[in-house]
């Protein structure tokens, strides 16, 4: 499993929010997260988790909170094992 720390840093480097202020429950737009960083969210997690994420899981409806954001690269990290 990935700290969930690690992923607040990437989400934190493209929000408007300081990282120790980022709480689960936050919506992406809320934080700064528009769809065009929502695409810079997901490359800059792929180049730090070293992961790729399928397309069909990049549902922009899915993904709306931070929650949803470190369940998703979970995912990813344990079926790169």
Partial sequence: ??????????????????LDEIELKDSLNAIGIDS???????????NGLGVTFS???LDPN???????I???????VERKK
């Fill in 1 to 18: 499993m990935v700290t969930v720390d690690k992923i607040k840093q990437i989400i934190a480097g493209l929000s408007t929010i300081a």
């Fill in 36 to 46: 065009l960083k929502l695409v810079e969210l997901v490359i800059a997690l792929e």
């Fill in 55 to 57: 397309d069909s899981e």
């Fill in 70 to 76: 470190i369940r998703l690269a979970n995912d990813y």
């Fill in 62 to 68: 899915s993904l709306r909170t931070v929650d949803d």
